[in-house]
């Protein structure tokens, strides 16, 4: 190969990897629903699509490194949002209603166009709206990892009442806080999270959507109690159908994502190959 051929090939590499990197600069959506806005973070790909949701008081900003990678690694379509009152979208007043929050995320996928064999990622109570979202539409989903994820097993009546008493000091420490965005969060849960949980532990995951379950070694709890209680659940619910798997998350807090981002990736990447 001459000179010029060489030169000529190597430009031509170095604009492709420049397309490339701008094509998976994520791009972010107002995407407006009952007077409100809702920030919806896109980065290009094929599908389907991969849409992370973050546990309570967090916003999209949780999944920024593992969002490049898994658009790297997969190459497809990754969507992040905020919830409302979270990141750049509008607040919500009231009391969390996992109906609305449902609305808010099925809406924007349909406006995104995100309606056919998406992979939901979803960590701690965002595994409630994925939950929710999939029994209303199990035609979108084509499977899910749920990231120390809330599964409705864990909420009897007994547990209900110890979480209550167990955050009832978080609270109250809230409510005599400045207000913040996650303080604000953390109260609209609290204010429906006996009523939510209730009706939560009532549902069931649709038995024809394959999920992974990753189960961190700590788990949300400090007390021995709950941390066997919410091992167990998570269990149980992986039991009841062939097509779920749990992973335990050893050397990792609730917080998987950071700790072991490995696992999570490979989850992700494991169920994105299969959705192909």
Partial sequence: MTKAAWIGLLAGIGLAAQAAAQQAAPTTQMIETDGRKLA?????????????????????????????????????????????????????????????????????????????????VAHSVAAEIATSLALRHPDWISGAVFVDGSVPQFYTEREIARQMKLYAPVIAAAKAAPPTPQTKQLLAIAGSFAATSSAYHKLAWPASIPVTAIVSAKTPFDTEEDARAWKKAQADFVKQAPNRKLVAAARSSHDIAHDRPDIVLKAVGDMATRAH
């Fill in 40 to 120: 919806f973070h896109v980065t290009p790909g094929h599908g389907p699509a991969i849409v992370l949701d973050a546990g309570g008081g967090l916003d999209s900003s949780y999944w920024d490194g593992l969002a490049a990678e898994l658009a790297q690694r997969t190459g497809s379509e990754i969507i992040t949002y905020d919830r409302a009152g979270a990141g750049a979208s509008d607040e919500v007043s009231g009391p969390w209603s996992l109906d609305r929050a449902t609305d808010d995320l099925a809406h924007g996928l349909e406006q995104l166009g995100a309606t056919h064999g998406v992979i939901l």
